[in-house]
């Protein structure tokens, strides 16, 4: 089989789209698709500067590998075989669809003919994970998918890549955080409890699953925290009982009076691979201490995914647990915080003075 068409079903373009975007020399056809010249054995970038060819005399492939099979060579004009580092990611990613659907990382790298070590570098330097953290975060995300269209646990499983059901829920209790059932259905087959309390910055809500913490909030409204939750997980088995996730609550509201730092309370959340890791080094942060945005970004590897980090930050849904209070602007300002800029600025200055009080 000439790899499905060569691949051109994968990338979702007719031959004579790709032909247009060659002819307007379209910089983001790059990395997608290279057009090889049957009279000179040539093949080329789409945007190659050098002059279009007949349109009979052009053919289409994946990528230059598939070209040079078929014993063309590469344009010494625009250097079709030299990819950055963010095409070839952006290429093995879209493969993840098709090709290397059911490989790997080692062999994925043994097809792109580079060692493991440097491809999962390659994939830290532009993603900030490695490409086995890539394929978790991408087979999970589209199970999610195919599950909210069908409704059909098995059948999503299987169209998603999963092998058996034990590798997806081997899966889905580091990522998805519930039960692969119940997930993209408003928490359907879930029991979640919460109790309210209130405290010197107004009511704290503490919500759990059998496996830990999945909300933590703050408000002035206690009916306004408990209908967001119920919106949030409308479809689970969710009931109030003050007493049963009073111990979530006391360590809460210890650390908001800076008794004591919240430190090990086990959560129950969904993350994406990239979230999980800012999430965590959120949560290597020591009381009393800040950083920057852009500063989290450098921390993570990828000093140019500071918007990425603030959406990170902005969709914890576990206040003090995942200390997204302790990032402020460059400027020092302490920019947006969830549950209130005021919230924010007391718990930082009580964080502060309980570190420096506390014993060595």
């Known amino acids: 089989m000439a790899r499905r068409t060569l691949q051109l079903e994968v990338n979702e373009m007719s031959t004579e789209t790709m032909w247009e975007k060659v002819l307007q020399r379209d910089a983001a056809a790059d990395g997608r698709f290279v057009y090889a010249v049957r009279s000179t ?128 829920y081997e899966k889905s209790d580091a990522v998805l955080g519930m039960t692969p059932a119940s997930y993209g259905r408003g928490g359907r087959g879930a029991r979640i409890t919460f109790g309210i309390r209130k405290s010197t910055i107004g009511y704290i809500l503490a919500a759990a699953t059998e496996k830990g913490v999945c909300t933590i909030s703050f408000g002035d409204n206690r009916e306004k925290l408990e209908s967001d939750l119920r919106e949030e997980f409308h479809a689970a088995d969710t009931h109030r009982n003050d007493a049963k996730v009073a111990t979530y609550l006391d360590a809460i509201a210890d650390h908001v009076q800076g008794n004591e ?79 209130g800029v005021e919230r924010k600025r007391e718990i930082l200055a009580r964080e502060r003075r309980s570190a420096i009080t506390a014993p060595k």
């Open 261 to 339: 730092f919240l430190t090990s309370i086990p959560i129950d959340i969904h993350a994406t691979a990239f979230q999980a890791k800012v999430w965590q080094l959120l949560r290597e942060t020591k009381p009393g201490e800040t950083l920057t945005y852009s500063g989290l970004a450098a921390k993570l590897g990828k000093p140019s995914s500071t918007r990425a980090v603030a959406r990170a930050c902005a969709s914890n849904r576990v206040a003090l647990a995942i200390p997204c209070h302790r990032v402020v602007a460059a400027s020092g300002d302490l920019a947006g915080y969830r549950w």
């Open 41 to 168: 054995h040539i093949y080329c970038r789409p945007t190659c500067p050098s002059k279009r060819p007949n349109r009979e005399q052009v053919e289409f492939f994946a990528n230059p590998k598939d070209a040079e099979q078929q014993g063309y060579r590469a344009c010494r004009r625009c250097a079709p075989k030299t990819e950055s580092r963010a095409d070839h990611v952006a290429r093995i990613c879209r493969e993840l669809t098709d090709e290397y659907k059911n490989l790997g990382p080692d062999e994925i790298a043994q097809h792109e003919g580079i060692p493991l070590r440097r491809l999962n570098q390659i994939f830290r330097d532009v993603l900030g994970v490695t490409v086995r953290e890539y394929q978790a975060s991408h087979k999970l995300e589209d199970f999610k998918t195919k599950l909210k269209a069908s409704q059909d646990v098995t059948g999503a499983m299987y169209d998603a890549g999963f092998g058996s059901s034990s590798r997806l």
